[in-house]
């Protein structure tokens, strides 16, 4: 490939990328911004459980990633990563410019359902101009992106915390500005070349039905069981990590914001270092394995020990270490390689809304677990991230420098 090429597949992948960054960011600002909301609004806890349930952490990104992997599917890649960033431009309007509770809960269902169109479509973009001998680096951009959106609002906020609500309305309207850049940017990417060709006539049609059948339906069980406790871990652990930092004294914003933004921080380096430099040419299976194995050791290390400083900091330190080349990336990168182009955005969103709907079903019972005591709910994440290693330990495929058509022939052959 020259060197115009490669800079063009490097300039996309980042532009389809911006999805997770988006995805992340509004998750963060959104936390961040409710406490707010409920006291200048007196939300009723009805309205919070709606917005946290239908937002951009759960339901509302499964449904969107539902819908929009099957329309991702039959009109093609550009015109839903294009187009559905209006449509989250339009709910974050709305957060942006709120002034009764209707327009915050509405908001975060639009945001929550355009950033979920948006990630199939975007991953499948990713892995489908990615050379065939570096598809994880290319997916391990998108991966270091959703690490910096969060970092960026967590700093944001910090620095605009005096200004309360204004200062909330600000960090949502940095997101709505990349919006607005990114369909304009977007507007001139070309469409994916793989897809083109699965649409030509002559080409085998594929029903949705058949993700549901073999070794495709495997692949969803295995991604979804892999990726799916990961992600239960993921949602519960944001609920405690406050806990942890007030008990070993991190107590003031500025000091919870600046641990946060280490750990993110500390992923983005495993991401860049370890996923990217590795994943196309060491056997991803061992790969995740040792990822796996750090994660239930840092998570372990709360139920076993005292929580101090050392404890917390090395705790954060592990789980964010390994996560850098754990199920999140794998999820992304596997969940492209493993379905035919003609279906992969639909299987991408059919996982991803299972694993984004269980997250906010389960969120509702988060409460009563953590109410059962800090060291009992430590065991149950530490069991959510053994059960999602064991599931990736003996299910994930070794995909590293075959191309996306060699592994459509061998799942065709299985």
Partial sequence: MSAGGKQQNWRDTILAGLANYIDAGSIVAGSAALALWQESYHLTNSSVGLIAAFGPNAIGAGVGALVGGWLCDKIGRKKIYQWDMLLYAA???LLVFAVAPWMIVTGFLIVGLAVGADI??????????????????????????????????LLMSLALTSLGILGAR??????LVIALGLTLLRS???????????????????????LFRGRYLTSILGLVGMYGFWNL????????????????????????????AVSFFVGMVSIYFVFMRLSDKVNQRTLFIVSAVIQVIGMALLALFPLTIPIALLHVFLLQFGGGFGAQSFFQLWSSEQFPTALRATAQGVCFAVVRIALGIFSFFVPMLNATGFTNLAWILTGFLVVSGLVGAFWAPRNQGKSLEQLEAEQRAA
């Fill in 233 to 260: 871990w993921s949602g519960t652990n944001g609920f405690f990590f406050p806990y942890i930092l007030r008990t070993v004294g991190a107590a003031t914003q500025a000091q919870s914001v600046a641990i946060q």
């Fill in 170 to 175: 600000l960090v949502f309207a940095h997101l």
């Fill in 120 to 153: 199939p479509a975007s991953w499948s973009l990713i892995a489908e101009q990615a050379p065939d001998d570096a598809r994880g680096k290319h997916s391990g951009v998108a991966q270091v992106l959703w690490y910096l959106g969060p970092v960026v609002v």
């Fill in 188 to 210: 001139k990417m070309h469409e994916s070349r793989r897809w083109e060709e699965s649409q030509r006539s002559d080409a085998p049609r594929l029903k949705v039905s058949e």
């Fill in 91 to 93: 709910g974050m309007s």
